[in-house]
């Protein structure tokens, strides 16, 4: 007689107090994260006006270390990594052999030799495999840095004030896409500047011992600038309107980075072969000269919410498939992200509309992002 044990779902450092505070939790790749904590409208609103606090423990480090480090990964990654500097970051991508997404990523050179990848939960084994895989015969090592990190991120208007007033570090030196070490309200962290809301704000690598301290002096300094606690869904909401991907949904390994509309981040130009280069290739000119579905931006003219996988829809015909959709508390109507075909995708593009459960709602074509916050 055989019995199948259901796995036990991760917690971060932070679980105790994400309850103690109220939260609906939720499984997510594997770990018990916070949903919400109140009303998703009001966190998400907090994070567009004034601040808010997560807990991002989930996310998956990885280290790569050694004399053929950057090497190892610009072989394993589309994009030129031996370029990034010293304490600067990139936005990058592992591919397949043929091309598709195995997960976007964001690289951080820490020192000569030492770089950290910061993969998403649902696909950090996925990438932690393929980067070992890749270093075959390469002298670097790949180490598996997840349980070496707690991540809590303050997002919105008001985080630079917020955590300056917890560290000495040059946060006003700090540029997008960077990482400098420094001790904040005591506590040795990884400061990073890279974001997912589309407001300005921080990410905090730190011991998970230390994670309930910075979390409680990261509260008690942001009380007074109206920084709360906030969930994965409001997370969610924010990144829609910033129009930014959500692996799963806009990104997989059915689709290459040319076919998301991201092709940017795959640099033919660099030293060296990489994997999935003879796909990504055929991929890009077929992108110059017939492009597949295009992501899109959508706006309900009604009240109606479109979910992933609903059919987008023109005169009777089905021309593309929604991504991702949700209300959105900024505009105050239904959005959502969509590949349609190229044909439909230009802005103001009439006769379009989503098919939620056998009724065609009318859409209005937009190009994204939805929102992008004042400089």
């Not at 962290?189 to 230390?210: H, M, N, Q």
Request: hydrophobic content about 40%; overall charge negative.
């Amino acid at each position: 007689m055989s019995s199948t044990a259901t796995p036990e779902k991760r917690r971060t450092a932070l679980d105790a107090l994400h309850r103690s505070l109220g939260a609906t939790m939720t499984d997510f790749a594997g770990w018990d994260m916070p949903l919400r904590y109140g009303s998703e409208r009001d966190e998400h609103l907090a994070v567009r006006t004034k601040a808010g606090l997560f807990d991002l423990s989930h996310m998956g480090e990885i280290t790569v270390t050694g004399p053929e480090a950057a090497q190892l990964l610009n072989h394993a990654l589309v994009g030129n990594i031996a370029s990034v500097g010293l304490g600067r970051a990139r936005y990058t991508m592992i591919c397949r052999a043929d091309g598709g997404i195995l997960d976007d990523l964001i690289v951080y050179r820490l020192a000569e030799t030492e770089y950290m990848v910061v993969a998403n939960a649902s696909n950090a084994q996925v990438v932690l495999d393929a980067l070992t895989e890749r270093s075959d015969g390469l002298d670097a090592v790949v180490r598996d840095d997840r349980d070496a990190y707690a991540l809590l991120a303050v997002q919105g208007p008001e985080s630079p004030g917020i955590l300056k007033s917890l560290t000495d570090a040059d946060l006003d030196g700090l540029k997008y896409y960077a990482g400098l070490p420094g001790t904040v309200a005591g506590v040795p962290a990884l400061i990073a500047r890279t974001g997912y809301t589309g407001e300005d704000g921080f990410e905090l690598f730190v011991s998970p011992a230390d994670a309930e301290k910075l979390w409680l002096a990261l509260t008690e300094a942001g009380a007074r600038a109206g920084l709360i606690p906030c969930g994965l869904s409001c997370r969610d909401t924010l990144r829609l309107e910033a129009g930014m991907p959500l692996y799963g949904h806009e990104l997989s390994t059915s689709l290459t980075p040319f076919d998301a509309g991201l092709g940017r981040v795959v640099k033919f130009e660099k030293d060296g072969d990489f994997v999935g280069r003879g796909a990504l290739e055929a991929a890009a000119e077929r992108a110059a000269s017939q492009p597949p579905r295009v992501l899109v931006g959508l706006v309900a003219e009604g009240r109606r919410v479109p979910r992933a996988g609903y059919p987008v829809v023109a005169d009777g015909q089905v021309i593309g498939e929604v991504t991702s959709g949700a209300p959105s508390p900024t505009l105050g109507k239904p959005i959502a992200m969509a590949y349609v075909d190229a044909a439909h995708a230009a802005p103001g593009t009439a006769g379009v509309g989503v098919d939620i459960r056998g009724s065609h709602e009318p859409y209005e074509v937009v190009a994204l992002p939805f929102y992008k916050r004042e400089k």
